[in-house]
T-cell receptor, first 110, second 113 residues
Framework: SQTIHQWPATLVQPVGSPLSLECTVE??????LYWYRQAAGRGLQLLFY??????ISSEVPQNLSASRPQDRQFILSSKKLLLSDSGFYLC?????????FGQGTRLTVV | KQEVTQIPAALSVPEGENLVLNCSFT??????LQWFRQDPGKGLTSLLL?????REQTSGRLNASLDKSSGRSTLYIAASQPGDSATYLC????????????FGKGTHLIIQP
């Protein structure tokens, strides 16, 4: 069965610092991968999705970027974090019509 | 653009009660609807998935219904237990499919022992 690994679980970063969150998956090949953000008082917002290596689609213009260097690796990055980047970041994949989520990374920008 | 709304935003009930969580969506052209559970600080666990051609799905004490034409789904929890306390999220898969799920903001459920 598929497994989604996200790290780190929690992260506190100062404003203006860079960011790199990694998501790796096991037990499936060529998955569609997604990055969501859950901010306080808001629903989950789709940030990026990828249907294959090097293919990234952005849903919301923002301070973040994503890359997919390998089939089972999806990375969320920022060159300079903003306070508004704080939130809970979730990586997800689809097996057919069913979505599976990682355990998330809690990012606090101070 | 698809929008998903969940009512109520929060709910607190005594243990043993049956309860209903509501979800509505604006665009009825969906592939499926999925209910998730989220514990504090954790990821999402899929509870039930209803395909657009289905009317309901059941798993244990959980029953989810779908009325696609009216843009509504309900999650029914029977004989609630303190362990059911969590945030419940409704999400729909629509559009081209590859652009992921649209989520509601969730219902924060507390079951009082």
């Amino acid at each position: 069965s598929q497994t989604i690994h996200q790290w780190p679980a929690t992260l506190v970063q100062p404003v203006g610092s860079p960011l790199s969150l990694e998501c790796t998956v096991e037990g499936t090949s060529n998955p569609n991968l997604y990055w969501y953000r859950q901010a306080a008082g808001r629903g989950l917002q789709l940030l990026f999705y990828s249907v294959g290596i090097g293919q990234i689609s952005s849903e919301v213009p923002q301070n973040l970027s994503a890359s997919r260097p390998q089939d089972r690796q999806f990375i969320l990055s920022s060159k300079k974090l903003l306070l508004s980047d704080s939130g809970f970041y979730l990586c997800a994949l689809f097996i057919g019509p069913v979505a599976f989520f990682g355990q998330g990374t809690r990012l606090t920008v101070v | 653009k698809q929008e998903v709304t969940q009512i109520p935003a929060a709910l607190s009930v005594p243990e043993g009660e049956n309860l209903v969580l509501n979800c509505s969506f604006t665009d009825s052209a969906i592939y499926n609807l999925q209910w998730f559970r989220q514990d504090p600080g954790k990821g999402l666990t899929s509870l039930l998935l209803i395909q657009s051609s289905q009317r309901e799905q059941t798993s244990g004490r959980l029953n989810a219904s779908l009325d696609k034409s009216s843009g509504r789904s309900t999650l029914y929890i029977a004989a609630s237990q303190p362990g059911d306390s969590a945030t419940y999220l409704c999400a729909v898969l629509s559009g081209g499919g590859a652009d992921g799920l649209t989520f509601g903001k969730g219902t924060h459920l507390i079951i009082q022992p």
